[in-house]
């Protein structure tokens, strides 16, 4: 079975511009989540989609968005960039099937940086 | 509110054990899992504690107690590859890794 893909895997935009990253799940996996790593503030949890609803958002600033399609693919967008936003942007995918717990599947991220 | 911690940095030795304590507050708290990432790599799962005690998987260990909303990863037999971070996250709905711990093994 594939893992989590996420394209592109590495992105140089300037201030300003606005970028859409995109991410695919495992197959049969329904949840996606994204994260943005910074050498300075970790790994923060952006926002979750479940069924192409967002399920859950962390604390960011609306100019970050996302979706997800009936497939389970999701995307981000990130509009009017800012140099802090240079970070990997990494992607999870969940099964979701009701257990007590399910592990998240990482993809190996997207490198964006804003210059 | 929400607050995670776990130290910043672990020192050991090849061969060594080691222990990587969390705490946590958080609402809605189900269980806590742990998460390894080498560097440039993406995180990758480890073990989940839905219960209280220990649970283990080959030299990893880990351990919960809902009653401290405390928890601790033990790594045993130390190995240069074990060089990582690592991450507690508490399963609460929204998904807080924090700042990890990044663990050094030396020779």
């Known amino acids: 079975k594939a893992g989590v893909t996420q394209t592109p895997r590495y992105l140089i935009k300037t201030r300003g511009q606005q970028v859409t990253l995109s991410c695919s799940p495992i197959?049969?996996?329904?949840?996606v989540s994204w994260y943005q790593q910074t050498p300075g503030q970790g790994l923060q949890f952006l926002f979750e989609?479940?069924?192409?609803?967002?399920?859950n958002k962390g604390n960011f600033p609306g100019r970050f968005s996302g979706r997800q399609f009936s497939n389970s693919r999701s995307e981000m967008n990130v509009s009017t960039l800012e140099l802090g936003d240079s970070a990997l942007y990494l992607c999870a995918s969940t099964l979701n099937d009701g257990a007590s717990y399910n592990e998240q599947f990482f993809g190996p991220g997207t490198r964006l940086t804003v210059l | 509110g929400q607050s995670l911690e776990q130290p910043s940095e672990v020192t050991a030795v090849e061969g060594a054990i080691v222990q990587i304590n969390c705490t946590y507050q958080?609402?809605?708290?189900?269980?806590l899992s742990w998460y390894q990432q080498h560097d440039g790599g993406a995180p990758t799962f480890l073990s989940y504690?839905?219960?209280?005690g220990l649970e283990e998987t080959g030299r990893f260990s880990s351990f919960l107690s809902r009653s401290d909303s405390y928890g601790y990863l033990l790594l045993q037999e130390l190995q240069m590859k074990d060089s990582a971070s690592y991450f507690c996250v508490p399963n609460a709905g929204k998904s807080t890794f924090g700042d990890g711990t990044t663990l050094t093994v030396k020779p």
């Open positions: 989609y479940f069924s192409e609803t967002q399920r």
């Open positions: 958080t609402s809605g708290f189900y269980g």
């Open positions: 504690n839905g219960l209280d």
């Open positions: 197959s049969g996996h329904r949840s």
